[in-house]
């Protein structure tokens, strides 16, 4: 934005300069610093502030305050607004005639006369400043509550400068009707100060014009881009009146002159019209173009009435303040009162999309998106420990308190009962947001679920204190629907059912499990069961172990009861001991052929059509446990991890004619007494040991040979297919060649001309290569309806 305006224009490097050239002609007075303010001085400049990026930020605070004690006294004294046209912040920053780095912040505030130069800056006329002072030089911490008191803001220019002028025309008044313009002048390891009138007359008009001669070490803020971070960053919304920067860039234009000097033409002559098209390029020249930018046209939306503020204006404001380039999900604006006796207001916004780096570090809780401000002045994004959880920690925030306990560098806070509170009312507001989104807003939930799914589940293991609200935001597929509450899964439970049946593999699909043995019966007498793909959702089940006093039943381990059983009790129990003992000659082969595989052989009262299944015994892992334990290396050559893989139990279907079968078989085996058949019980137990690993496979778990394995299965397809077992595979392989004795000609990789990757589809066009069928890439960027959209650049 360019902006005319004479009293902003008037802001010169002359004018600084002037302080050095002109200064010894006016008559000045110089004074001793008072011995507190001397060791204020040097507390301030040596240890206070841990980062000197902050001298800005007070500076713009300080000019604030003027510009709003001169609003209020123009209440009661209108002749006060005299002198300058605006109410604004000014900063300039350019190199002068000797080389040295300046930085002018100017204000049209109220000002300040000779007196009050010397007073406000020179001298502390307050009680307990000994007090202070001596906490301060041995309280490293900064943690007294002090800020604003002493003028501290001031100070902090002699981080980054050697000298500081400060000139002041203080405002009309019937006690002042002719003010004078007068000057501060200190350097950073000078004891004294000097006031005089100012040299260059009163050509401030109003206010206070804070000109700071940089530190060598300090002309990084000379940069225009790096003003506008450290203003974007901590005084953006501090004050509510304009703050402008004076930039200069260079434009090349076409030079107008050159045009004006060509040579004229004979009205006389004839013309004739050259239709050639002329090579001549147009003449250009480059220009500086001086520029006032406005850079806090942002307003502090969060002060305003929430029914005022329309969606555009919250997505603006999200996107300028937490750059990001897409719009916001949802928000909440609100405001309210801590309870410790703190006012403050603030906005919550639920980003479209969740960070890359959430998940990269899952320990990690870094909340760094909590804008904590005072009186709109940025305050800090650390709130230590009182920071939201992980599982919250992407949310965008933006709160101001009216007052909070500062350490004296307005740097950090005080311990106090307000952070511990707004960690649960952000969480609060929050929780109640993303309820709304679920009753109300089924788009935008659905949207939210796929973003943020993982993240309620995580929080309702992290979060002891909202488990209940977060698990209610919880969202599973089961083999029914594709996606349900835990509430609406009990509101769908069978007559008697007294559990939640899940199952759980992380890595796979929900079609995958959906097929699983472990669910056979459940889906074929029309129980829902929960199906599990994700890391996090057995995390979740072992943590919340009940919902509304149900509790989960893993259908992958024993002793799965379906509810009814309580219905004929005797009928079941006498069914299961007579196939038990129809049964008990095949049990106890197999597990004699299992060995260590599974602990324990039983009729199966899960399976339909499957002929068996391994599950894990109720202190064993399932294969899904056992797949995290592996993954996290939590514990490898752990004793009880040893145990309790050992915990498994082979499961088979008395209804599987296959499994009849095998029994017919074992019971036809003959007696030691009538002599062993070798080559009928080595086929039986190759059968025995194809069904036992095939059920591992089909349970999810590994089998302990799988080279043994794949050789059963091949013997078993060439008996199959009428091909002799013994018949030999041409294992004929040429030999490699001889070791080569030459040295390595090794080359530098940098040195290497590496052949540009080409996609597969036109690998054949790159190797027919010629001039004319050259690949050229053209990419535009297009709008929503799918129109080529015109780039523009903006330029500072």
Request: with cysteine.
């Amino acid at each position: 934005m360019r902006i005319v305006r004479p009293l902003l224009l008037a802001l010169s490097a002359l004018g600084s300069h002037v302080f050095a050239q002109e200064s010894a002609s006016a008559p000045k007075q110089r004074h001793d610093y008072q011995s507190d303010v001397a060791r204020l001085r040097k507390i301030v400049i040596n240890s206070l502030y841990s980062h000197r990026d902050v001298f800005l930020r007070e500076l713009i605070s300080n000019a604030n305050d003027a510009l709003e004690k001169l609003r209020l006294t123009s209440l009661t004294e209108k002749e006060v607004l005299s002198g300058a046209e605006d109410m604004n912040i000014t900063i300039k920053a350019y190199k002068d005639e000797d080389g040295k780095g300046r930085v002018v912040i100017r204000d049209t505030g109220i000002g300040m006369t000779a007196e009050e130069l010397t007073n406000n800056l020179g001298t502390l006329a307050k009680s307990g400043t000994s007090e202070f002072l001596a906490r301060a030089e041995t309280d490293t911490t900064g943690t007294g509550n002090l800020i604003g008191a002493f003028g501290l803001g001031f100070y902090s220019s002699f981080l980054v400068a050697d000298r500081v002028y400060v000139a002041s025309l203080a405002a009309k008044s019937s006690r002042n009707p002719e003010p004078t313009q007068y000057v501060f002048s200190s350097g950073a390891d000078e004891s004294s100060f000097e006031t005089f009138p100012d040299p260059r007359g009163n050509t401030l008009g109003r206010g206070t014009e804070i000109t700071l001669v940089l530190k060598d070490e300090a002309l990084e803020y000379l940069d225009p881009h790096r003003i506008t971070d450290l203003v974007d960053k901590h005084s953006s919304f501090a004050s509510t009146f304009p703050i402008y920067l004076w930039t200069e860039r260079t434009e090349t234009v076409p030079d107008e002159e050159s045009a004006k000097e060509a040579p004229e033409i004979d009205e006389d002559e004839a013309i004739v019209e050259d239709v050639t098209e002329s090579d001549e390029t147009p003449k250009t020249k480059e220009i500086t173009v001086e520029e006032w930018i406005h850079m806090n046209s942002q307003s502090p939306i969060w002060m305003r009435d929430p029914k005022t503020v329309t969606d555009e204006e919250y997505e603006t404001f999200y996107q300028a303040t937490f750059k990001d380039y897409q719009k916001p999900l949802a928000w909440d604006h609100f405001s309210g009162d801590s309870g410790s006796g703190t006012s403050f207001k603030a906005i919550i916004f639920i980003p479209s999309e969740l960070s890359n780096e959430y998940w990269q570090n899952p320990m990690a809780s870094n909340a760094r998106d909590i804008r904590l401000m005072v009186k709109r002045v940025f305050i800090t994004s650390d709130l230590g420990e009182d920071a939201l959880p992980k599982w919250a920690s992407w949310v965008k925030v933006v709160v101001d308190a009216e007052d909070l306990p500062l350490n004296v560098s307005r740097e950090m806070l005080q311990s106090t009962r307000f952070l511990k509170q707004l960690r649960s009312i952000v969480l609060k507001h929050l929780l109640a947001l993303l309820a709304r989104l679920q009753e109300n807003e089924p788009e935008k939930w659905t949207t939210l679920q796929k973003t943020y799914g993982n993240v309620f589940k995580l929080g309702a293991v992290e979060d002891s204190k909202n488990r209940v609200k977060l698990a209610e935001l919880c969202r599973f597929a089961t083999n029914q629907r594709n996606e349900t509450s835990l509430d609406d899964y009990l509101e769908n439970r069978k007559k008697g059912q007294k559990q939640i049946f899940y199952l759980a593999d992380m890595g796979t699909t929900t079609e995958h499990l959906a097929k699983s043995v472990f669910i056979e019966k459940l889906h074929a007498r029309g129980y829902e069961v929960l199906l599990l793909t994700d890391p996090l959702d057995e995390i979740f089940v072992q943590n919340l172990r009940l919902w509304k006093t149900v509790q989960f039943q893993d259908v992958a381990k024993a002793g799965l009861r379906f509810g009814d059983e309580e219905m004929s009790p005797e009928e079941e129990k006498e069914e299961q001991k007579k196939l038990t003992e129809e049964y008990q000659p095949l049990l106890a082969w197999l597990k004699q052929q299992a060995g260590d595989v599974v602990r324990e052989v039983v009729i199966s009262n899960r399976l339909v059509s499957s002929s068996c299944a391994i599950v894990a015994d109720m202190m064993g892992y399932t294969a899904n446990v056992e797949k995290m334990m592996s993954a996290s290396q939590a514990s490898v050559h752990n004793p009880m991890r040893d145990f309790a893989k050992k915990q498994r139990i082979l499961e088979i279907n008395a209804k599987s004619p296959l499994v009849q079968g095998l029994l017919r078989r074992v019971e036809q085996l003959p007696s030691e007494e009538d002599g062993h058949d070798v080559e009928v019980e080595e086929e039986l137990k190759e059968v025995a040991s194809v069904l036992i690993d095939g059920a591992l496979v089909r349970s999810g778990f590994g089998v302990p040979d799988s080279n043994e394995f794949f050789s059963r299965v091949d013997r078993i397809l060439r008996r199959s297919l009428g091909v002799s077992e013994t018949a030999p595979t041409d294992t004929t392989v040429k030999p490699a060649p001889p070791v080569d004795s030459e040295p390595l000609d090794l080359q530098d990789p940098e040195s290497i001309e590496w052949p540009d990757y080409v996609p597969g589809s036109l690998r054949e066009q790159a190797q027919e290569f010629k001039p004319e069928n050259q690949i050229v890439w053209d990419v535009e960027e297009i709008d929503e309806k799918g129109d080529p959209v015109e780039t523009k650049h903006d330029e500072l």
